[in-house]
C-alpha cells in the first residue's frame, strides 16, 4: 500500500525515513518553502538536521498529492488535529488515517481516534503511540510501539504494512487506553521534570511516576480502556520513557518550571493542554486527579513547583 505522512516535524520527518526503507513515501509540509529546501537538500534541517532524506521521500506541499496515498500517517499536533482534519476533509474520506500525535483535545475532551471519527467519518481510524523519540528512529535504532485499531482486520493489515526493521508495532483493538496511555503519561512527564527541576530528587521522581501511573490507570478504566493496555507500550513503556529523560519535550517543560528557566514557546509541549482538559473533566466529574490537577495549575502559573509539591504532600493520608 502506498504511505503518505501529513507534517514534517521531527517524528514525522522520522517515520517517513524509517518506512522509506519499504517503499516510496510522500511526506508533506505545509510551508511550501520548507518543502522545497526538503526535496532539494535531502535533509529537514529544522526539526532533525542529522538525518539525511531517503530518496525514497518525496517532500510536497501539495496535500492533495500527499492525500492520493492509501494510507495516511497524520503527524500533527493534537491540538491542530482537528483543523488539520477540516482542512482537507474531501481528500480524507475513504482512506486509513493513522493519528501520530498523543494528547487530549482541549475544547472536546477526546483523544485523536475520536477526533477523527468525529470529523472524517467516512475514513478508517488507527493510532501509532507509545516509547519513541524521533532521533532513534530516524537512527535506525530499534523502536517499539503500539499500533491500536478497533478493526482488527485493518490493524492487522497496517501492522504488516507499518513495520519496518527498526521500527517493531504490536497491535490492539482497545484504541481508548492507547490514546489516554499517550495522552497522560504527558502529564506526568511535566510533573516529573518540575520535580527534579525543583532538586526534589530521584526518590520523590519515582514516588510521582508510580501515584501518576495509578492516576492513569483510574482514568483510562473509567473511560472503559482496558487494564493490560495501560501496562504496556502506549501506557507503562511511554511513561517510562519521557518522565526519564531530556529529550522528552514535556520533561524538559517541567525542568524549566522546577529551574525557573525560560522555555521556548516555538516547541510543542501535548502535556500543558492534555492537563487542562484533565483538570477540567476531573472538576466536572468529581473524580480524584490530584497530580494531573496540579500539573495544570502549575503549566499555567497558577502555583509554583514548590507549592504544588508541598498540597500533594499534605494531602490526606490513604491505602495505596
Not at 476531573?282 to 498540597?311: F, N, Q
Request: charged share 20%.
Amino acid at each position: 500500500m502506498s504511505v503518505s505522512v501529513l507534517g514534517s516535524g521531527a517524528f514525522g520527518t522520522a517515520l517517513a525515513i524509517s518506512l522509506a526503507g519499504k517503499g516510496p513515501v510522500t511526506l508533506w509540509a505545509r510551508d511550501p518553502e520548507q518543502a522545497q529546501m526538503m526535496q532539494n537538500h535531502r535533509v529537514n534541517s529544522a526539526r532533525l538536521p542529522n538525518a539525511p532524506l531517503p530518496k525514497a521521500i518525496t517532500v510536497t506541499s501539495d496535500a492533495d498529492l500527499a492525500a492520493e496515498s492509501e494510507i495516511i500517517l497524520l503527524s500533527v499536533p493534537m491540538q491542530k488535529l482537528r483543523s488539520a482534519l477540516c482542512a482537507h476533509s474531501a481528500t480524507l474520506r475513504d482512506k486509513t488515517l493513522v493519528a501520530c500525535c498523543k494528547g487530549i483535545e482541549l475544547t472536546s475532551g477526546l483523544g485523536p481516534v475520536s477526533v477523527i471519527r468525529e470529523t472524517v467519518p467516512e475514513a478508517r481510524a488507527a493510532l501509532l503511540t507509545g516509547p519513541s523519540f524521533a532521533n532513534d528512529i530516524a537512527r535506525g535504532l530499534p523502536t517499539a510501539l503500539t499500533l491500536a485499531c478497533a478493526d482488527d482486520a485493518i490493524g492487522r493489515d497496517l501492522q504488516h504494512e507499518l513495520s519496518t526493521t527498526n521500527l517493531r508495532l504490536y497491535r490492539t483493538a482497545d484504541t481508548i487506553g492507547a490514546e489516554l496511555g499517550g495522552a497522560l503519561k504527558n502529564v506526568m512527564a511535566i510533573g516529573c521534570g518540575a520535580c527534579i527541576g525543583e532538586g526534589m530528587g530521584e526518590s520523590a521522581r519515582a514516588a510521582l511516576m508510580t501515584r501518576g501511573f495509578a492516576e492513569m490507570q483510574r482514568f483510562a478504566l473509567m473511560r472503559g480502556a482496558r487494564p493490560e493496555t495501560l501496562m504496556g507500550l502506549s501506557g507503562m513503556g511511554d511513561l517510562v520513557l519521557t518522565c526519564c529523560s531530556e529529550l522528552s519535550r514535556n520533561y524538559r517543560f517541567g525542568l524549566s518550571l522546577g529551574r525557573q528557566d525560560a522555555f521556548d514557546t516555538n516547541t510543542t509541549v501535548e502535556g500543558v493542554a492534555t492537563a487542562k482538559a484533565l483538570a477540567k473533566i476531573a472538576k466536572a466529574e468529581d473524580l480524584d486527579m490530584p497530580i494531573s490537577t496540579i500539573v495544570s495549575e502549575i503549566s499555567t502559573g497558577k502555583c509554583s513547583v514548590g507549592e504544588a509539591m508541598r498540597w500533594l504532600l499534605n494531602r490526606p493520608l490513604k491505602e495505596e
